[in-house]
């Protein structure tokens, strides 16, 4: 593997060094002797998709690791969120936060029902509930929240406020996967809530997600729109989709199931490392995570202080982007800037000051097990030089598009 070497802004004096361009969203891949043998048996059993052995006992496994009575596998979180946004009748407004990753909203859109941007709590970066009763309408059915970071969202909030207006409750925990709330496993809270098992996410079955739920009428449903809805043979009780998990995805699952530990361990010792590398510089900030919970500690956001901090946020992203790291801008600028909502909703700008500030300053850096403490330290000597020489780095810079 190529050396790269910090002197493409001729800044560093090309004397930090990895071992290769450092990516966002690497993927952990556990075992591979054990996938490949896990393929084969699935060649051998000639069985695919529809819900073969291996999606199965994928199933039942993370049953029992969230503690939850229903796991319905599916192909991914977005097509997940859809389903479940039928199965619950949501229809006109759903109220979600811009500050999530834009599937969330389209999820909603994709089916004819208007998100409802809401504005967040900086302090953890999640619906903030005391915005949400201005905007509930006539017309609204349901809240999405989503666990940004994998930390939990209001829930609590949250539920109170969907039992005072009978709306229905769900969760976007595509990030959450391994995490807690008040010491109960994510995946039990509201009336279902979604992860993603996508390539990019700390636990990943290649492409993926399960639904979860503990009501047993709403679980029959799902199940039975994510496969056609069908319900036995030839017997379709109600519009469906094709939403399934394949063999090979959950055979990924359950193999990486098997190093979730190591994944989470590597994940909480790359995050400590950032801690300590980035602790002394001026203006920037890690968020934290609540250290009585369970955490998947995937998410390394930075938070640039324009104030306090020489350079921006969009500069210190370009100069990493220079220096072969490629840090990701998670999530800018907003969903309600994004199309469609910026055309059809321009007005959902007035409401999200927090937001519209957050997707400004927010930085997310490399890490999982395709990233070493080495690797760690090199990144933070980026920053903190580019953040000591500011001035003349600044001047260096393209101006950031
Ligand atoms: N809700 C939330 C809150 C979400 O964050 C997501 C997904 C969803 C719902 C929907 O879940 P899924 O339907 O995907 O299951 C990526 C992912 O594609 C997306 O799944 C994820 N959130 C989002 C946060 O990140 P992009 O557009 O940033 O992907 P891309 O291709 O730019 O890749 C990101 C980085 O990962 C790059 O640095 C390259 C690296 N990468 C990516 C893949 C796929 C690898 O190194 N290897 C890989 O195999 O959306």
């Given at each position: 593997?190529?050396?790269?070497?910090?002197?493409?802004?001729?800044?560093?004096?090309?004397?930090?060094?990895?071992?290769?361009?450092?990516?966002?969203?690497?993927?952990?891949?556990?075992?591979?002797?054990?996938?490949?043998?896990?393929?084969?048996?699935?060649?051998?059993?000639?069985?695919?998709?529809?819900?073969?052995?291996?999606?199965?006992?994928?199933?039942?496994r993370i049953r029992?690791?969230?503690?939850?009575?229903?796991?319905?596998?599916?192909?991914?979180?977005?097509?997940?969120?859809?389903?479940?946004?039928?199965?619950?009748?949501?229809?006109?407004?759903?109220?979600?936060?811009?500050?999530?990753?834009?599937?969330?909203?389209?999820?909603?859109?994709?089916?004819?029902?208007?998100?409802?941007?809401?504005?967040?709590?900086?302090?953890?970066?999640?619906?903030?509930?005391?915005?949400?009763?201005?905007?509930?309408?006539?017309?609204?059915?349901?809240?999405?929240?989503?666990?940004?970071?994998?930390?939990?969202?209001?829930?609590?909030?949250?539920?109170?406020?969907?039992?005072?207006?009978?709306?229905?409750?769900?969760?976007?925990?595509?990030?959450?996967?391994?995490?807690?709330?008040?010491?109960?496993?994510?995946?039990?809270?509201?009336?279902?809530?979604?992860f993603s098992f996508?390539?990019?996410?700390?636990?990943?079955?290649?492409?993926?997600?399960?639904?979860?739920?503990?009501?047993?009428?709403?679980?029959?449903?799902?199940?039975?729109?994510?496969?056609?809805?069908?319900?036995?043979?030839?017997?379709?009780?109600?519009?469906?989709?094709?939403?399934?998990?394949?063999?090979?995805?959950?055979?990924?699952?359950?193999?990486?199931?098997?190093?979730?530990?190591?994944?989470?361990?590597?994940?909480?010792?790359?995050?400590?490392?950032?801690?300590?590398?980035?602790?002394?510089?001026?203006?920037?900030?890690?968020?934290?995570?609540?250290?009585?919970?369970?955490?998947?500690?995937?998410?390394?956001?930075?938070?640039?202080?324009?104030?306090?901090?020489?350079?921006?946020?969009?500069?210190?992203?370009?100069?990493?982007?220079?220096?072969?790291?490629?840090?990701?801008?998670?999530?800018?600028?907003?969903c309600h800037l994004?199309?469609?909502?910026?055309?059809?909703?321009?007005?959902?700008?007035?409401?999200?000051?927090?937001?519209?500030?957050?997707?400004?300053?927010?930085?997310?850096?490399?890490?999982?097990?395709?990233?070493?403490?080495?690797?760690?330290?090199?990144?933070?000597?980026?920053?903190?030089?580019?953040?000591?020489?500011?001035?003349?780095?600044?001047?260096?810079?393209?101006?950031?598009?």
């Open positions: 593997m190529n050396k790269t070497k910090i002197n493409d802004l001729a800044i560093f004096g090309g004397d930090i060094s990895f071992q290769e361009s450092l990516h966002v969203g690497r993927p952990n891949i556990g075992n591979r002797d054990q996938l490949i043998s896990s393929i084969n048996k699935i060649l051998d059993n000639r069985w695919l998709t529809n819900n073969g052995p291996f999606v199965q006992e994928l199933e039942q029992e690791f969230l503690h939850v009575k229903h796991c319905i596998p599916v192909c991914n979180a977005t097509i997940g969120l859809e389903i479940l946004a039928r199965a619950l009748e949501w229809q006109g407004e759903v109220i979600v936060p811009s500050f999530t990753f834009v599937a969330t909203a389209h999820a909603l859109q994709w089916l004819g029902i208007k998100p409802v941007f809401c504005d967040i709590d900086p302090q953890t970066q999640n619906l903030d509930p005391t915005c949400i009763e201005e905007l509930i309408t006539s017309q609204t059915t349901g809240i999405l929240g989503v666990h940004v970071w994998g930390r939990p969202s209001a829930i609590k909030e949250l539920q109170q406020l969907a039992n005072k207006y009978k709306l229905k409750l769900a969760f976007d925990a595509a990030h959450a996967f391994g995490c807690s709330f008040q010491g109960s496993m994510i995946g039990c809270f509201g009336e279902a809530e979604v996508h390539a990019t996410k700390f636990y990943n079955s290649f492409e993926g997600g399960v639904i979860t739920t503990n009501n047993d009428e709403l679980a029959a449903k799902i199940r039975s729109m994510t496969n056609f809805g069908f319900q036995g043979y030839d017997n379709v009780v109600s519009l469906g989709s094709n939403a399934k998990m394949m063999e090979v995805a959950a055979a990924m699952g359950l193999i990486n199931l098997d190093s979730l530990d190591q994944f989470i361990e590597t994940n909480l010792h790359n995050y400590n490392t950032y801690r300590e590398e980035l602790a002394d510089i001026r203006g920037l900030q890690l968020i934290s995570y609540d250290y009585q919970e369970k955490n998947n500690y995937q998410y390394i956001i930075l938070e640039i202080d324009s104030e306090k901090s020489i350079l921006t946020r969009d500069q210190i992203n370009d100069i990493l982007h220079a220096e072969s790291v490629l840090s990701r801008r998670y999530f800018f600028p907003g994004m199309e469609p909502y910026r055309t059809l909703y321009p007005d959902s700008n007035i409401h999200l000051n927090q937001t519209n500030k957050l997707t400004t300053i927010v930085l997310s850096l490399p890490n999982g097990t395709a990233v070493n403490a080495a690797d760690i330290r090199a990144i933070c000597q980026i920053i903190r030089l580019a953040i000591t020489n500011g001035d003349e780095v600044a001047r260096r810079l393209i101006p950031h598009k």
